[in-house]
């Protein structure tokens, strides 16, 4: 039957290999935009997910209460609470947090933000990477006043690097002043969404809130899989009823709770993702199944004398499948190389940007892995040469007499 189909193949008419290339680059171009398009929406997903884990926290624990007022609800730091936390399957790191709300004043302006106080433990390396003058705010014995600021923030006051500003607070009714020193400016890696953080020692906001050295707002939480982190906060919550003894009502959110809206706004890339993929798939089956009918129409005589021979219509049927598989798989390579290309050059030459502002990234991401990649073109190709074998039920229509005479 391989040799037979390799006949075929071979011997083809012009308007034959006319529909062999078009299904072939139909193939090609199908499995192409999809392995594309799967790679930039798996790369937004990873590279935002990093992006507000690394401003924020895969899990962040807290009291339920302090949501709008932090200053006024804060949990104890404990030796029994960190342990539930870092024995907690998926959990990896847990650091202290302690926020206050209030108004920066800056020589031109004034601006809302989120004093949030991070200890020496913290993982910073998103905001390092981010600097654009400056420093991180040190964690030394003597406790500094600095502030880092976002740059949206910094442009709207008119400070900068070692500019000095007022933190205004209400307390009682009444406001308090506190002056800060500029330490660094950064560039804040969600747009405006998270840009009226700015970042201090945490012994700062403690004092500012009137709390000891082991009163905290809460516990930032990296996860080793942060795919998981809707189940890790469950389980932690879990643990909480269960074992934890102390006073403080407790509560694990994860970011996908924290920002709904972003994390809504990625699974939008899904429905596209399935709408591409199937536009897609439906072109290649089209054109696929158009070039065999004219493959086994135009090999009618051929037909007739196999059966004549004896031969079975599912025997034919496989002769004819073995040839738009060898299409199908030839479209597929074809395609992938042309992806791959696509993806690399983009990845090592970031050749297509985005719009920050509205993205998030300055670039299009790019996410390549083996699995998923193979994955979906078994998937796609096993379709295809699922719905061509059914179109080649066509031969059991051709009768042997009108066959054999047929030119």
Known sequence: MKSLARHIAMRGTSSQNMMVHIATSAVAVSIAVVVITLSVIIGFKEQISTLVSGTVADITVSSPYAKRQPELHPISDNDSLRNIILTTANIYHAERYALRSGVIRGESSVAGIALKGIGAEADTTLFSERILEGNLPRFEEARRKEILLSQSIASKIGAKYDSRVELLFLENDKPRREVFKVCGVYRSALGDTGAELVLTDIRNVQKINGWGASQISGYACRLHDSKLAWQSADMLNMRFLHEYEGDDNLMAECSQERHAEIFGWLETH?????????IMLVVA??????????????RTRMVGTLKSLGMQNSTIRRIFTYRATGIILKGALIGNIIAMALLLA?????????DESGYFLSEVPVALGAGWIVGINIVFVAIIVAVTHLATAIVGRIKVAEAIKYN
């Open 285 to 298: 089956i089209f054109n696929m199944v158009t070039a065999l009918l004219i493959l086994v129409l135009e």
């Open 346 to 354: 983009q990845r090592f030459l970031h050749l297509i940007k985005l």
């Open 270 to 278: 899904d429905v596209n993702a399935t709408v591409i993929l199937t």
